[in-house]
């Protein structure tokens, strides 16, 4: 089974430009989670979708962040324009959905994307 | 809101010592608990949950006990090993996941 692809790896940005990340879940993973990592820090939930929906996006920055995940599959993540303190890596997670809309729990994590901003 | 709390490390052991890493909680409802493990140069990964108090979650020699009572999910291994050098993360989900700080371990043959 293949597992959660993120794209970029790596990126490298100036303050006040753009960057946009992409994840693949996992194939029938109906949630699918972005979390910001700062460097010596736990991850931090920016935005959780049950399959096209927005579950929660409490804690994104929404005069700069943006999430969508059109079609219930592929997401992508946008940061216009960045600041220094967005520079962390960006991690993509599913998690599968039993009947009755219960979460198993268990999350997936992609490698994650790194993105230092100058 | 929900919160996890861990101890800080970073955690130095020799090979074949016991490890214990602190993890309490604060949760309104009733979560499941989780220890993510991230290695060097690779992504989170799932190590051990509970989804119930007094469950016990083990893997890889690693366990750690739900216990409501004191709010904790402690994980514990009695003989570690250089490759368990790693950062732990205690996490736990109720409509979300939330995660500790992380610790960081560094085992010395």
């Known amino acids: 089974e293949a597992g959660v692809a993120q794209s970029p790896r790596y990126k490298i940005i100036e303050k006040r430009q753009s960057v946009a990340f992409w994840c693949n879940p996992i194939?029938?993973?109906?949630?699918l989670y972005w979390y910001q990592q700062i460097l010596g820090q736990g991850p931090k939930l920016l935005i959780q979708f049950q399959n096209n929906g927005v579950v929660d996006d409490s804690q994104l920055p929404k005069d700069r962040f943006s999430a969508e995940r059109l079609k219930g599959v592929d997401s992508t993540l946008k940061i216009q324009p960045a600041k220094l303190e967005d520079s962390a890596v960006y991690l993509c997670a599913s998690s599968s959905t039993q009947g009755g809309g219960m979460n198993t729990g268990e999350l997936f994590f992609g490698e994650g994307s790194r993105l230092t901003v100058l | 809101g929900d919160s996890v709390t861990q101890m800080e490390g970073p955690v130095t052991l020799s090979e074949e010592a016991f490890l214990t890493i602190n993890c309490t909680y604060t949760?309104?409802?009733?979560?499941?608990l989780f220890w993510y493990v991230q290695y060097p140069g690779e992504g989170l990964q799932l190590l051990l949950k509970?989804?119930?108090?007094?469950d016990k979650g083990s893997n890889k020699g690693f366990e750690a006990t739900y216990r409501k009572e004191t709010t904790s999910f402690h994980l514990e291994k009695g003989s570690v090993q250089v490759s368990d050098s790693a950062v732990y993360f205690c996490a736990l989900k109720d409509n979300d996941m939330r995660f500790g700080a992380g610790t960081r371990l560094t085992v010395k043959p």
């Open positions: 194939s029938g993973h109906a949630t």
């Open positions: 949760a309104t409802g009733y979560p499941s």
């Open positions: 509970a989804t119930k108090a007094d």
